[in-house]
């Protein structure tokens, strides 16, 4: 088995985002009591101007993500043709899997992991969360050296 530092703090989130999204009809909608919601504002942090409605399940980082997404599909498969309604109404419900990233951390997701987000019918995002570097410089060392050194052979 090959060891490595693994994504810090796995979640796996139902996140529905939209103007004009009012987290209490959502809320009634689904039958279904947020872990967070936030009402439209235009200087909030996340997605300035739409309300935010999201189900979020948290992890053990070396559980990894297969039992998140089972847990998160069992809470919201009962109200999934209520979620699809709000999207055919114009707002964005998507399945969300985020962890919090360290130099040289991965993560795996497992085909059953993956067909189980797939019976939603949702689309997927990943959202990592990483420390700040300790040098302003770090935040560019993925660039290439200006010099074109890079491409020598």
């Known amino acids: 088995m090959e060891l490595f ?3 810090g703090t796995p979640r796996a989130a139902l996140l529905i985002t939209g103007r004009n999204l009012e987290p209490r009809n959502v809320t009634a909608e689904l039958g279904i009591t947020p872990t967070f919601s936030r009402e439209a504002t235009r200087d909030a942090p996340f997605r300035p101007g739409e309300g935010c409605w ?8 070396e559980r990894g993500f297969d039992g998140l997404v089972d847990e998160l ?3 919201i498969s009962p109200a999934l043709e209520e979620i699809q309604g709000i999207r055919r109404r ?3 419900a998507r399945l969300d899997l985020s962890g919090h990233v360290r130099s040289g951390s991965r993560t795996f997701l497992s085909s059953h992991a993956l067909a189980r987000a797939a019976q939603l019918g949702l689309p ?3 959202t990592t969360d990483a420390d700040p570097p300790a040098r302003s410089e770090d ?6 050296a ?3 050194s890079h491409r020598a052979t």
Do not use: F, I, R, Y
Request: aromatic residues 6%.
């Open 139 to 144: 935040l560019l060392d993925w660039l290439p």
């Open 54 to 61: 999201a189900l979020q399940v948290t992890g053990a980082p």
């Open 90 to 92: 114009g707002h964005s």
């Open 73 to 75: 599909v069992a809470l």
């Open 146 to 148: 200006p010099d074109g």
């Open 124 to 126: 997927v995002s990943l």
């Open 5 to 7: 530092s693994s994504w």
